[in-house]
């Protein structure tokens, strides 16, 4: 139950696009499209930002978006914004029947 | 309003036991999977366990597992984290969460600070 691999930090100018991230392995992000993707302000708890690698849930701005190849996943935020600086985490089902983190990444808003 | 409301943390010593509830409001319970997730000061967030909408099915991390018991009772709203056997490791704020699927959470509480240290 290793976690999945994250960037530790990214970071783009107000209106600019980034994307992250998350590189895991066939028995969970490339074994399932079961990935989804939090966004944590500090103090704060997580907020789910998409679902099912790229479904988002009712609310949740179309500026982000989800996608997945192979092995690994990616969390793209369009148009950022002051608000969107917070951890990112990615999330995914695995064969052995748990759950499993990234190790964050720390998104800065230049 | 969706709520969830952890309680039961604090300071215990290594080797000891804890156990943590999460009162929940706002949302059908009895369909919704469970979840605690924990994450160290400053660290990032761990999956720790999770149980099916009727408790029959419950599932652990690697880090917990044989030490730590989800269970839940859907006449109170309330899931639980008995946590025995602590090391200072386990030392985190430890969140409730559910969602309808039980590969994802959509609902949070707020998290309890649990501290292992003698």
């Known amino acids: 139950q290793s976690a999945l691999t994250q960037p530790a930090s990214v970071s783009g100018s107000p209106g600019q696009s980034i994307t992250i991230s998350c590189t895991g392995t066939s028995s969970d992000v490339g074994g399932y499209n079961y990935v989804s993707w939090y966004q944590q302000h500090p103090g704060k708890a997580p907020k789910v930002m998409i679902y099912d690698v790229s479904n988002r849930p009712s609310g949740v701005s179309n500026r982000f978006s989800g996608s997945k190849s192979g092995n690994a996943a990616s969390l793209t935020i369009s148009g950022l914004q002051a608000e969107d600086e917070a951890d990112y985490y990615c999330f995914s089902y695995t064969s052995s029947t748990t759950l499993v983190f990234g190790g964050g990444t720390r998104l800065t808003v230049l | 309003e969706v709520q969830l409301l952890e309680s039961g943390g604090g300071l215990v010593q290594p080797g000891g036991s804890l156990r943590l509830s999460c009162a929940t409001s706002g949302f059908t319970f009895s369909s919704f999977w469970m979840h605690w997730v924990r994450q160290a000061p400053g660290k990032g967030l761990v999956w720790v366990s999770r149980?099916?909408?009727?408790?029959?099915?419950?599932f652990y991390a690697d880090a917990v597992k044989g030490r730590f018991t989800i269970s839940r009772d859907n006449a109170k709203n309330t899931v639980y984290l008995q946590m025995n056997s602590l090391r200072a490791e386990d030392t985190a704020f430890y969140y409730c969460?559910?969602?309808?699927?039980?590969?994802?959470?959509?609902?949070w509480g707020q998290g309890t600070l649990v501290t292992v240290s003698s």
């Open positions: 149980v099916n909408s009727d408790g029959s099915d419950t």
């Open positions: 969460a559910g969602g309808k699927r039980g590969t994802f959470p959509d609902y």
